[in-house]
């Protein structure tokens, strides 16, 4: 799944998702989960998680996953675009 970096700490990112029940949820992805290859990663950023483990206090440990945002998102994204692009044509009209 991808989340979205909410907050960067020393200890590692806190990551905003949906899961399958399209809940939205925090969890911590720990800064040694990210391979060192991976560029610098800031607030706002979409990444590639999974859940590694929920603990007995209901806190989400993550792992990173290598993922092209692009390839797993293009068929919304075009979609979104074409709306994006009806609603600028309706809004001219209305001017």
Known sequence: MIGRVEKVTSMGYFIIFKDEETQEKR??????????DVRE?????FIGI???????????????????????YQPFLK??????????????EIR
């Open 79 to 92: 979609e979104t675009q074409m709306q994006l692009e009806n609603l600028k044509v309706k809004n001219k």
């Open 27 to 36: 969890g911590l992805l720990r800064r040694n989960k990210v391979p060192k």
């Open 41 to 45: 990663i800031y607030e706002g950023d």
């Open 50 to 72: 999974e859940i590694e483990k929920v603990r007995s206090d209901r806190k989400i440990d993550l792992e990173y996953l290598e993922k092209d945002f692009i390839t797993t």
